[in-house]
C-alpha cells in the first residue's frame, strides 16, 4: 500500500492527529496557521515607520528607517562608508531603491544616521513638485512608484514623491480604486496604471504651474 501525503489548506489554524488506513497509520504534527494576521501585522508595522528624506533633487518616504538607524547604531560601524552601506542594504528589502541611485541613497541614509546622531547637518529644502502614489503596496502601487522615479529623473524633474500605504490617510483622499496617482494636490488617475507617456504628460504640466 503507498503512502499518502497530506497538506494542510486555508488560512486559520489548523489541527490534524492521525490519518489511519487499515493497518498504516501516519500521524501528523499539529500546526497553527494565521498567514493573514501575520501579514496585516507586517503592514501596520510597515505604515507606522515611514520617514520622509530628502535624497538627491527628491523628497522620499523610507519604510523602516528608524528601526535601521538603530541597528546600525548597535553595530558600531568605525567608518561612514560602512554606515552608508549597512543601512542601504538594511533598507533595500523594504524600499524600491533604483540601481542607479544607490550612491545618492547611500548618502542620504549616513546624513539621517549623522542627525540621529546628534552630528550638526544642514537640512536640505524640498523644492519643485509634490507627486503622492496611494496604494498599500500592491504591485501596480509599487510599479506605479518606480515609473515616476523614473520618468522624473530622466526627465530632470526635480520634486518630491511619497508611496503613501496608510488607509486612513489614502481614504482621506476619497478615492475608491487603487493604485492612485495625485500631482500638487490634483488627482490624475484612479484604479489604473497610467502610459509612461501620459504620466510624462502629466509631470511637465505641473511643473509649468510650479
Not at 490519518?19 to 504534527?29: A, I, P, T, V, W
Not at 541597528?71 to 567608518?79: F, I, Q, R, T, Y
Not at 524600499?95 to 541611485?101: D, G, L
Amino acid at each position: 500500500m503507498h503512502a499518502k501525503n497530506y497538506k494542510a489548506r486555508g488560512v486559520g489554524p489548523v489541527t490534524v492527529l492521525a490519518y489511519k488506513e487499515g493497518n498504516h497509520r501516519q500521524d501528523f504534527k499539529a500546526a497553527s496557521v494565521s498567514r493573514p494576521t501575520k501579514i496585516r501585522n507586517s503592514i501596520m508595522s510597515a505604515t507606522t515607520d515611514i520617514s520622509k528624506i530628502r535624497i538627491g533633487k527628491f523628497n522620499v518616504g523610507i519604510v523602516g528607517l528608524k528601526a535601521a538607524l538603530e541597528e546600525a547604531v548597535e553595530a558600531s560601524l568605525p567608518s561612514d562608508d560602512e554606515v552608508a552601506e549597512y543601512l542601504l542594504e538594511q533598507l533595500k528589502s523594504k524600499n524600491y531603491i533604483p540601481p542607479k541611485a544607490e550612491s545618492e541613497y547611500g548618502k542620504a541614509f549616513l546624513r539621517e544616521y549623522k542627525k540621529h546622531m546628534g552630528e550638526p547637518i544642514e537640512a536640505e529644502k524640498p523644492q519643485g513638485l509634490e507627486v503622492k502614489v496611494l496604494g498599500p503596496g500592491c504591485p501596480n502601487c509599487d510599479k506605479l512608484e518606480q515609473m515616476v522615479y523614473q520618468v522624473m529623473e530622466t526627465e530632470n524633474i526635480i520634486g518630491s514623491v511619497e508611496h503613501v500605504r496608510d488607509l486612513k490617510e489614502i481614504a482621506s483622499h476619497g478615492l475608491v480604486g487603487l493604485p492612485a496617482l495625485v500631482i500638487n494636490g490634483e488627482v490624475k488617475s484612479v484604479g489604473r496604471f497610467p502610459r509612461e507617456n501620459q504620466l510624462r504628460q502629466w509631470l511637465w504640466e505641473a511643473k509649468g504651474r510650479v
